[in-house]
């Protein structure tokens, strides 16, 4: 096996087909819009591929930058995670693996001193869960002052950094025009069913995973979450009440 890095116009004919092929395994009704953001247009990603022999065996899409402002006033690294997907039969964790390999090769050999902003659009509740272990403080409610501080941060970090615009509701999900329902029931344990029942369930009751007349369906939504991992421990400069920390404990998350 071997990990590559690549920008979208570095990209050779036969890994463009084959992303474009993983690409559907996951969005099997993704428009060509959407195809074409992923491998087409050029908006800074680092592609990461996990390679036996020709063969892509995975891929991780990040953003890198340094960013004067962040969520809790500091200059710090701020990492952009797009999508991260699999071929049938490869059992290895894309997102921990390819995501320690890219964060020495590009932020340090020692990142975990570093404090790290990680973003990231999430529409199955099992890669949700594999991003707060590396990013355990986690903020996606909207209901204090420092969640809605991490909401203006992440709305200026992707119209001035990224150029993107995304429309967000009061639950920090945005919906997708170029993706359709999909049925997910025989995906739904192998792929987007999280090990903790509190993200399967956050998943339901923001609209993003439907449970329908027993079948399970993945509705064109998205929920942004923005967590962040620094090398010392900070409740106290958060100032948090006991039931953020109990909840974090107990799940990895960070509630309101």
């Known amino acids: ?24 395994r996951y969005y099997k009704s993704a428009a060509p819009s959407f195809i074409a ?18 063969i892509i065996q995975g891929v991780s899409f990040y953003h890198l930058t340094k960013y004067k402002k962040g969520p809790l006033g500091r200059s710090q690294y701020i990492l952009h995670f797009g999508q ?17 390999w890219y964060s020495r090769r590009n932020i340090s050999q020692v990142y975990f001193l570093k404090n790290v902003t990680g ?30 501080e991490v909401r203006c941060f992440v709305e200026d970090y992707f119209n001035e950094i990224r150029g993107m615009t995304i429309h967000y509701n009061s639950d920090f999900c945005f919906d997708s025009s170029d993706l359709e329902k999909e049925d997910i029931t025989d995906d739904w344990n192998k792929i987007y069913r999280a090990s903790n029942e509190t993200f399967n369930q956050l ?33 106290k400069k958060l100032n948090l009440p006991p039931v953020y920390k109990t ?5 990895g998350l960070l509630l309101s």
């Open 203 to 235: 998943f339901i009751d923001n609209g993003i995973i439907s449970m329908e007349n027993d079948r399970i369906y993945k509705m064109p939504r998205h929920i942004t979450v923005c967590g962040i991992r620094r090398p010392m421990p900070f409740d």
């Open 119 to 148: 973003i990231a659009s999430f529409i199955s509740p099992k890669a949700f869960e594999h991003y707060t272990h590396l990013f355990p403080k986690c903020f996606y409610e909207l209901e204090t002052k420092v969640d809605k």
């Open 1 to 24: 096996m071997k990990i590559i890095q690549k920008k979208v116009n570095e990209l050779s004919v036969s890994e463009r087909a084959q992303l474009e092929n993983l690409i559907y």
């Open 247 to 251: 909840i974090r404990q107990n799940t």
């Open 84 to 100: 991260v997907m699999k071929r049938s039969g490869y059992r290895g964790n894309i997102i921990w693996k390819l995501g320690m």
């Open 37 to 54: 953001d992923r491998l087409e247009k050029d908006y800074g990603y680092d592609i990461v591929m996990i390679k036996k022999g020709d």
